[in-house]
């Protein structure tokens, strides 16, 4: 019974580990280099065909009602290399002015969503 418990406590310290690390992996990729005016204001979904993640990225984005502009690798190399997109699901934000003031890889998470709202 007593390992039992140990395995039990050892899975719900590992989970909610895991879940508290969530929001510093987001931000683990660098910043883009995206020239201004290149793309519109607002949020920029980079993509690929073949993405696991790609379909849940966008469904978080519609359940959100966050419109965005879609990226896709088989359909823009050129662009996603020149501004130096190295994993996707990639969630970036751009403002008026062309800056971005949002970037975050992964699925979009309820906390990174409200930052791309803002």
């Known amino acids: 019974m007593l390992r039992v418990v140990?395995?039990?406590?050892?899975?719900?310290?590992?989970?909610?580990?895991?879940?508290?690390?969530?929001?510093?992996?987001?931000?683990?990729?660098?910043?883009?280099?995206?020239?201004?005016?290149?793309?519109?204001?607002?949020a920029v979904l980079f993509t690929s065909t073949d993405c696991d993640q790609?379909?849940?990225?966008?469904?978080?984005?519609?359940?959100a009602g966050i419109t965005y502009r879609e990226v896709t690798w088989e359909l823009e190399p050129g662009r996603m290399e020149e501004y130096g997109v190295q994993a996707v699901p990639l969630l970036a934000h751009i403002?008026?002015?062309?800056?971005?003031?949002?970037?975050?890889?992964?699925v979009p998470t309820r906390r990174s969503l409200r930052e791309v709202r803002r």
């Open 95 to 106: 403002d008026e002015v062309g800056a971005q003031t949002y970037l975050a890889a992964g």
């Open 6 to 42: 140990v395995v039990v406590a050892v899975v719900i310290v590992a989970l909610v580990l895991s879940r508290l690390s969530r929001p510093w992996q987001d931000s683990a990729h660098p910043p883009l280099t995206i020239p201004p005016g290149e793309l519109p204001a607002g």
């Open 54 to 63: 790609c379909g849940a990225a966008r469904a978080a984005l519609k359940k």
